[in-house]
């Protein structure tokens, strides 16, 4: 094998609660996380040096290869397993907006180190790729397997959740960034400090309709929306027009922002929705997707 190609999917999270900090300033989350049928898509061939191409309406966008993301997965799977030589010709196509709290640089270094481990026929136990993935950022050990599943502690723990109905999506992004590092000052949290409010349980069996899915998110938060919102007023602004969609059942933002998403039961109401919101904000970037 060559050449291989894999697919990095959007990270919805449906909740995401800061349930603390700890000693060393790393603050600690739960969230549910579900993945979306868009994303970008990350190629590797066999090289003799790392290297780093990219295109697609967000290639203009990326970090220099220097300081991306997807280099330091391959750099650090290279360097953590012998079996894996220290080259390979990577190449993103980036569909979605760059730092828009929907884990695409996060999604594309988990990518990239599965890809590398097929193009060399290596495996790797899940706890040493955990470990590698842990280092590259939060956001990426949840990525690895890019299913419905519950986050927590500074990310490292991914543990499986239950089964999502038929549930679409529609996110959107008024293309503005959000400044993450003070979103997550701006809640005041000292050092050490642990929160004692939890998420709701989760059903011990699937959710059965979107309904039922909807009914259990409106009864959690994403603790980082409201910081977000005050340094990003755009937020609002796609709250509003999400909610003003036909059948649309809730909103909420994903991850720091400003991605936000509106929930549909039904595929043709998400399509309608993305097509009267594009049509309203022709600056946003907006996609209608299936969530699982």
Same mark, same amino acid.
């Given at each position: ?8 999917? /959007? &990270? ?33 061939? &066999?090289?003799?040096?790392?290297? !780093?191409?990219?295109? +697609? #309406?967000?290639?203009?966008? *990326? #970090? ?20 894996? #030589? %220290? ?19 996060? /999604? ?8 590398? !481990? &097929?193009?060399?026929?290596?495996? @790797?136990?899940?706890? +040493? ?23 927590? +502690? ?5 543990? #499986?959740? %239950? ?12 293309? @503005?960034?959000? %400044? ?9 949290? !000292?050092?050490? &400090? ?5 998420? %709701? ?11 039922? *899915? ?17 340094? @990003? ?53 907006? @996609? ?5």
């Amino acid at each position: 094998m060559t050449t291989v190609t894999e697919f990095a999917p /959007a &990270k919805i999270n449906l909740t995401l609660h800061v349930t603390g900090r700890r000693e060393d300033g790393y603050h600690l989350l739960e969230s549910l996380v579900a993945f979306a049928d868009v994303g970008d898509q990350i190629t590797v061939r &066999k090289g003799p040096v790392f290297s !780093l191409t990219a295109s +697609g #309406p967000f290639a203009a966008d *990326l #970090p220099a290869a220097g300081d991306n993301i997807v280099m330091a997965a391959a750099q650090s799977l290279a360097h953590g397993v012998s079996e894996v #030589p %220290p080259g390979a010709e990577i190449h993103i196509e980036k569909n979605l907006p760059v730092a828009s709290g929907i884990g695409g640089g996060s /999604a594309n270094a988990a990518a990239c180190l599965r890809a590398l !481990l &097929k193009l060399h026929d290596v495996s @790797v136990s899940d706890a +040493g790729l955990n470990q590698i993935a842990v280092f590259l950022g939060a956001d990426v050990p949840v990525c690895l397997h890019s299913q419905v599943s519950v986050m927590s +502690g500074i990310g490292q723990i991914v543990e #499986p959740a %239950p089964r999502l109905p038929e549930i679409y999506a529609v996110l959107v992004n008024p293309q @503005v960034a959000v %400044p993450t590092g003070p979103v997550f000052s701006s809640l005041g949290l !000292l050092q050490g &400090k642990v929160v004692a409010e939890a998420a %709701p349980a989760l059903p011990k069996a699937a959710f059965h309709t979107a309904e039922d *899915l909807v009914g259990y998110l409106q009864g959690c938060r994403n603790d980082l929306e409201p910081a977000a919102a005050s340094f @990003v007023y755009e937020i609002g602004d796609v709250q509003t027009a999400l909610f003003s969609t036909q059948d649309c059942l809730m909103t909420r933002m994903s991850g720091s922002g400003a991605t936000c998403f509106g929930l549909y039961a039904r595929e043709d109401a998400a399509q309608e929705a993305a097509a009267r919101i594009q049509s309203d904000h022709r600056a946003w970037w907006v @996609v209608p997707a299936r969530l699982g």
